[in-house]
């Protein structure tokens, strides 16, 4: 079965610096989605990137990218320029391929934004 | 606004009784997963439905049940309701192309509350 850690419960920083939260995975699978969720206090799950294994590109969004490093089941979350809107809980999701497409969350990782 | 609608959006029931969440999917999209998000359980796959027909089950009770119908929206029932059953129910929607289903998008989440 899959797993997503999230070890970072709860991180903050400052408006305008930038923050990296970390995400690991377990998987036997060698094609699979990675993303990052963010859940503002609205409790609405916002989609904020995506990466498939099969790229070897990091993917970007914006002021958000990713490190993607495969062999090492690693998938962090970089936010430039943070913004009193960014906080919220971060979820880092797996999905499967096809056949097994349902979500596996982290625990999640409470950003909070100093201003 | 995910284009994925949820209702009721909150939900308030008595221990015993049966309640219905509803859900329509983003126009197009043929998938329809269901989520719950709880203090203890954090985010849990409940069922995936696609174009009708189930296609995968993760940890939902046997006293909860759901059906995708033929204009895809869906119905997640929940019957003899427990106080460990109170939590944040979600539905989501992906996108199908290119012989997979891509990113999954939330709606708002049915908050129910057994008293």
């Known amino acids: 079965a899959q797993t997503v850690t999230q070890s970072q419960p709860e991180m903050s920083v400052q408006e305008a610096e930038t923050v990296t939260l970390s995400c690991t995975y377990d998987t036997s699978e060698s094609d699979y989605y990675l993303f990052w969720y963010k859940q503002p206090p609205s409790r609405q799950m916002i989609l904020v990137i995506r990466q498939e294994a099969y790229k070897q590109q990091n993917a970007t969004e914006n002021r958000f990218s990713v490190n993607f490093q495969k062999a090492a089941k690693s998938f962090s979350l970089k936010i430039s320029d943070s913004q009193l809107g960014d906080a919220a809980m971060y979820f880092c999701?797996?999905?499967?391929?096809?056949?097994?497409?349902?979500?596996?969350f982290g625990t999640g990782t409470r950003l909070t934004i100093i201003p | 606004d995910s284009g994925v609608t949820q209702t009721p959006k909150h939900l308030i029931t008595a221990t015993g009784q049966r309640v219905t969440l509803r859900c329509s999917p983003r126009s197009g999209d043929l998938s329809v997963y269901w989520y719950q998000q709880s203090l203890d359980q954090g985010l849990q796959f409940l069922i995936h439905y696609y174009n009708g027909e189930e296609r995968a089950k993760g940890n939902i009770l046997e006293r909860f049940s759901a059906q995708q119908f033929p204009d895809l929206h869906s119905e997640l029932n929940l019957s003899s309701l427990e106080l460990g059953d109170s939590a944040l129910y979600f539905c989501a929607s992906s996108v199908y192309r290119e012989r997979r289903n891509t990113e999954a998008f939330f709606g708002q989440g049915t908050r129910l509350t057994v008293v």
């Open positions: 999701a797996y999905r499967g391929p096809f056949g097994n497409e349902k979500l596996t």
